[in-house]
């Protein structure tokens, strides 16, 4: 034997203790036990020995390995200690910090006035429904009592589909009515709904856009009347406008699902080519309702003796540019990330009625 074997435990021990972390003292245990390591080169010269020296150099070989082994095993356990403290004293987070706004996405207006609105309604007791984007001429029209030929058809500049082997075309739906029915058919009186999704109309300018967002309202029960329509559409204003004063108009109107239609205004002011709603003495369009006509009520499957609703329809993007000072709807839908920055809201303010809505 060449290698002095005391020489060379001392060695390997002193590299094991001098290893700082555990990606180093990997390195020793390779360099000493690894297949090319120097204690496993000490056994691979074994075989050249005499059976008696073989025997001591064996024995003695194994004891290096045992201890270095040992040792490698303790240091491990020092340093694995020593890298959890570390990263305990510089990886603590203080929960209580408040939370850092990232400037990443925000939330659009449409989707921030669309979750005020589900609060508000939510609260009323009312529950969301939904209806297909692609709808048929009876959900779209047919039921809601607007026959084929009726004028009302083409006041809704409708995107029409190709006509089917029948004959029957679908549309893409011109309004949320389309969910009146489709609630009345599985749900039995009292129903109170609301249904915000897309619509569509063939029109496209600073105020309409082809694709749009609605919400409609829709309550069927026994002896329902005009009042509760009145008092729900106020209730719904004053919270939505965060205008307490706020005041409604309603102007007789016509349309072909509700007898007598209404078109409601709330009342706002001017100043300095600022629009405020709930204040002033000018009026403001800004939705569509009335009674529920007897015709849709049995289209949907219900006798209108027995029960009455009021209906509504508003336009959610509208109420995001009247709420929020939003001048042309168009950009609402071209994703233009410096509008996006300058209108978008939080994503971790969620509008709720306790904590506030905008
Ligand atoms: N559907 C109508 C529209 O899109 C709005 C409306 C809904 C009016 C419900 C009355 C009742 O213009």
Known sequence: MTVDLK????????????ADNEAALEEVRIGALGKKGLISSQMKGLGKLDPEQRKQTGQALNGVKARISEA????????????????????????????????????????????????????????????????????????LNIPDEHPARQEHD?????????????????????????????TAPPIRIIAPGRTFRCDSDQTHTPMFHQFEGLVLDKDIHLGHLK???????????????????????????????????????????????????????????????????????????????????????????LKYGIPDLRAFFESDLRWLRHYGFSTLNVPTLAGGLS
């Open 7 to 18: 020489e060379l435990e001392n060695q390997l021990l002193e590299s094991v203790n001098g």
């Open 72 to 143: 490698l095993a303790l240091r491990r356990e020092v340093l694995k200690k020593q890298a959890l403290e570390e990263r305990l004293a510089t990886e603590n987070i203080d929960v209580t910090l408040p939370a850092r706004q990232r400037d990443q996405g925000t939330i659009h207006p449409v989707s921030q006035v669309w979750e005020e609105i589900v609060q508000i309604f939510a609260d009323l007791g009312f529950a969301v429904a939904e209806g297909p984007h692609i709808d048929t001429d009876w959900y779209n029209f047919g039921a």
């Open 231 to 321: 008092w729900c559409l106020l209730e719904f204003c004053k919270t939505f406008f965060e205008a307490t004063d706020l005041k409604l108009r309603l102007r007789a109107s016509h349309f072909p699902f509700t007898e007598p239609s209404m078109e409601v205004d709330v009342n706002c002011s001017w100043v300095d080519g600022q629009l405020k709603v709930g204040e002033g003495d000018n009026w403001m369009e800004i939705l569509g309702s009335g009674m529920v006509h007897p015709n849709v009520i049995r289209a949907g499957g219900h006798d209108p003796d027995e029960v009455q609703g009021f209906a509504f329809g508003i336009g959610i993007d509208r109420l995001a540019m």
């Open 158 to 186: 409708t995107f029409y589909f190709h006509r089917d082997a029948e004959g029957n075309r679908k549309v893409l739906r011109t309004h949320t009515s389309t969910v009146q029915i489709r609630t009345m058919e599985k």
